[in-house]
Nanobody, 131 residues
Framework: QVQLVESGGGLVQPGDSLRLSCAAS????????IAWFRQAPGKEREGVSC????????YYADSVNGRFTISRDNAKNTVYLQMNSLKPEDTAVYYC????????????????????????WGQGTLVTVSS
């Protein structure tokens, strides 16, 4: 079992940066691939980024590619999402989710996975980008 807690959200202006953290507790964090999702009011949940449990394979949505960077530190049981050059359309609640499949990040390139497919979700952290 693994439990996830997100932090680092806040109110920023366009062009600013934020770093989100996804802190895990429980056993076997290293075996989980971790994905970041976001959901804005009235919109579907969107897969943002992913980092594999195995070889560090990553995924980025086209909308954030080149601006966001995902990383993990298994010694600290934490995954980070560095968000640069933030835009108003990045405004959303950001969630991290854990999945045991080492292929998760590759799957996310072509497939939308349901909420119940994941082993754990965090509570979310709100990112607001506005002038």
């Amino acid at each position: 079992q693994v439990q996830l807690v997100e932090s680092g959200g806040g109110l920023v202006q366009p062009g600013d940066s934020l770093r989100l953290s996804c802190a895990a507790s429980g056993f076997g964090f290293y075996i989980y691939s971790i994905a970041w999702f976001r959901q804005a009011p009235g919109k579907e949940r969107e897969g943002v980024s992913c980092i594999s449990s195995s070889d560090g394979t990553t995924y980025y949505a086209d909308s954030v590619n080149g601006r966001f960077t995902i990383s993990r530190d298994n010694a600290k049981n934490t995954v980070y999402l560095q968000m640069n050059s933030l835009k108003p359309e990045d405004t959303a609640v950001y969630y991290c989710a854990a999945h045991m499949a080492s292929s998760l990040c590759e799957v996310m390139r072509t497939t939308t996975l349901g909420n119940n497919a994941f082993d754990a979700w965090g509570q979310g952290t709100l990112v607001t980008v506005s002038s």
